[in-house]
Each structure stands twice: as structure tokens, then as C-alpha cells.
């Protein structure tokens, strides 16, 4: 683990910094202001008080609106490091205290420097953490909201994670945590429960019922069903 760099930043109305990714993590803490980025997949808005993650070789781009400004402080860190939600809020401003802390200290070349960087560095990581498990409760509850709304359409793991602003390997490990079940076995959880609920309340065919739900065909339906709950499509309309 390694502190690269620390530093602050100031712009006005219409600043951007064009589509980029680094070697390694970075970090940002909006002080003032707002930024929006491009980031895996989605844009976010960050403002005072937001955290940003930069995840090592994630491309993104930057960019202040023409009626806002920006202030924020920034870490670059080498780290074997899992990652974590792409941003957070810090609600008591402990990241930005830290941050602070590094950005004052980024030129000292007293005994024990580094020693310190990384002292610091591991706290940084850690109140992130804590923060994403704060985060975390909301997780599955707005992911199962998504999924209903977009029943009908196809799902992946990528798009999920994108849509909770999350690393797919964090919202994979967050998911199963929280509840159990990875998120794409979930999604065919729902699909099916829907899919029951559609069977023994309409009279629509198999077929219908497989589009309603997101499934490519009323055969791939049908082995769901009968995998899942023991029986088709007309043993459960005949309530056997």
C-alpha cells in the first residue's frame, strides 16, 4: 500500500478533464460545489460532502456544470484493495478531515513520513468501508425496486452494479451478504415469482407470461417452473 498523492482543487463554471483512468485507485472528497463524472457506465453527481471512487483502470471523465463550481480534495494510492461503492456520503465529514490531513503533510520529508502516509491511508480505507456498510442497508432494497420496474427486460450483473453506482465485485459480495442470494439468482427469483403470480391470476399463454417476465422463451419458462416449484404451467392452474 502506498500513498501516491494528495492534493485540492479549485475551478469555476465549465471546467472538464477529458475521458481518463490511472494505474491506480483515486480518490475524491467534494468540499464545495458539485462535480458530475462519467464512470462505469453511469453519471454521477457529487456534492459537498460526497465521496468519489476512482477505481484502478475505470475510465472516467469530469466535469462542472456552467452555473456551479468545484472544491474538492483528492488521493491517488497503490493498494490490493477490493474496491467499494463509487460514491458515498461523508455525512460528518471524517474523509474530508482526513484528506485535509494528508494534503497539509504532502511535501514533509521529516523521520517516520511514511510511516504516517499509510497510517493515515488505512484509516482513509477504513472510514470508507465503514461508510459503505452504512450505505449497504439500502442496497438490496433499491436493487429489488430496480428489477421490478424492469421485469420485462433483460438483466446482468454489470448493469445492476451500474445502477447501484457500485463495483460489480462489491455489489456481488454486498448482495450475498445482505440477503442471502447472489443478484442474478434474485432476478430469476422474481421473474418466477411473477411469472406464478401472472398464471394463476390470468388466463394469458405461456408464452405471454415469459415476455411479461423477461424470459427468452415459454420452454425455457416451463423448466423454471417445473424446477423451481415441482410442476407446469397447468398443474398450477389446475391447483394440483
Known amino acids: ?42 453519471t454521477l453527481r457529487a456534492t459537498a460532502g ?11 471523465r469530469e466535469f462542472v456544470d456552467s452555473f456551479d463550481e468545484l472544491a474538492a480534495f483528492f488521493i491517488g494510492f497503490s493498494s ?35 510511516r504516517w502516509n499509510i497510517s493515515m491511508l488505512n484509516l482513509v480505507l477504513e472510514e470508507h468501508a465503514r461508510l459503505s456498510e452504512t450505505d449497504a442497508s439500502n442496497l438490496v ?3 429489488r425496486r430496480h428489477i421490478r420496474r424492469n421485469i420485462d427486460q433483460p438483466l446482468s450483473l454489470d448493469a ?6 457500485l463495483s460489480k465485485f462489491h455489489f456481488l459480495r454486498e448482495y450475498q451478504r445482505l440477503c442471502g442470494l447472489t443478484p442474478m439468482a434474485d432476478v430469476r427469483r422474481m421473474r418466477l415469482q411473477r411469472a406464478r403470480n401472472h398464471i394463476l ?25 417445473k424446477e423451481t416449484f415441482g410442476m407446469g404451467a397447468r398443474q398450477m392452474r389446475n391447483g394440483k
Not at 7 to 14: I, W
Not at 102 to 110: G, I, K, M, N
Not at 209 to 225: D, F, P, Q, T, Y
Request: charged share 25%.
Open 50 to 60: 460526497d465521496v468519489l471512487l476512482y477505481p484502478a483502470k475505470e475510465a472516467h
Open 80 to 114: 490490493v484493495w477490493n474496491s467499494g461503492p463509487l460514491q458515498l456520503k461523508d455525512a460528518r465529514n471524517r474523509m474530508e478531515q482526513l484528506f485535509e490531513w494528508l494534503y497539509a503533510e504532502r511535501d514533509s520529508y521529516c523521520d517516520g513520513i511514511d
Open 160 to 165: 445492476l452494479a451500474q445502477h447501484a453506482a
Open 1 to 42: 500500500m502506498e500513498l501516491l498523492y494528495a492534493g485540492y482543487h479549485e475551478c469555476g463554471p465549465g471546467w472538464s478533464m477529458k475521458s481518463h483512468s490511472h494505474m491506480h485507485h483515486e480518490m475524491i472528497v467534494v468540499v464545495r460545489g458539485g462535480l458530475r463524472v462519467e464512470l462505469c457506465g453511469r
Open 201 to 225: 391470476s390470468t388466463s394469458d399463454p405461456l408464452k405471454t407470461i415469459a415476455a411479461k417476465v423477461g424470459l427468452v422463451s415459454e420452454n425455457h419458462l416451463s423448466r423454471l417452473l
Open 141 to 143: 432494497e433499491e436493487a
